[in-house]
């Protein structure tokens, strides 16, 4: 079904080849682009859902009994109180990873961060068995990175969806911490 943009233009969910062999159906405007934005940090203020890969690289560079947490049998990083009046959540806290300078220790130190942080701004669900991208619906009034740059997201959906997604049994990112 058609979907109307901000500027009342309409356009269609689409496949796309996001690996070699690997496709998702996208399901926002083609028109969209998106850049982080520097000390934004809004994203972090979640506890981040671990697929086991990443549980499992995570290993590599952290103390798992630190900076993880399980809930409802599956992985998350745990949140931890920040000294930080911005982007924590209710409690004062944001992902145990953050650093008091905005970055993220895992990226800025290990040059990695697990795939939920790189599909954020976008989710991710499955129907009919195929991988569906869309664009969080709290993304929208808080990313600072929308519609800020002339990257369309369409056209760089590798850079978000690392090619592990396809071998997971439930790739879905709804699940929150
Ligand atoms: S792991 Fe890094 S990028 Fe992901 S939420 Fe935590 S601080 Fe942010
Ligand atoms: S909310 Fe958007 S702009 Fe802000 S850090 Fe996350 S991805 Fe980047």
Redesign the pocket.
């Known amino acids: 079904m058609s979907q109307p943009n901000d500027s009342g233009a309409t356009w269609e969910p689409r496949r796309v080849e996001v690996h070699p062999g690997k496709e998702a159906v996208a399901d926002f405007d083609p028109s969209l682009t998106f850049e982080c934005v520097d000390e934004c940090?809004w994203?972090?203020?979640?506890?981040?859902l671990l697929y086991e890969p990443d549980f499992l690289e995570l290993a590599n560079c952290a103390s798992l009994s630190e900076a993880t947490t399980q809930v409802r049998g599956e992985d998350f990083?745990r949140k931890e109180e920040k000294d930080r009046e911005e982007h924590v959540d209710d409690e004062g806290e944001?992902?145990?990873?953050?650093?008091d300078d905005g970055?993220?220790?895992?990226?800025a130190e290990e040059d990695w961060?697990?795939a939920?942080?790189s599909v954020?701004p976008l989710s991710v669900s499955v129907e009919n068995g195929d991988i569906h991208v869309s664009v969080r619906e709290t993304a929208h009034e808080h990313c600072e990175g929308l519609n800020v740059s002339e990257r369309r997201v369409i056209d760089h959906l590798d850079a978000f969806l690392p090619a592990v997604l396809w071998e997971l049994d439930d790739p879905e990112t709804r699940r929150t911490l």
């Open positions: 940090t994203c972090c203020q979640h506890g981040v990083i944001a992902c145990f990873f953050l650093r970055l993220c220790s895992l990226h961060k697990p939920r942080c954020f």
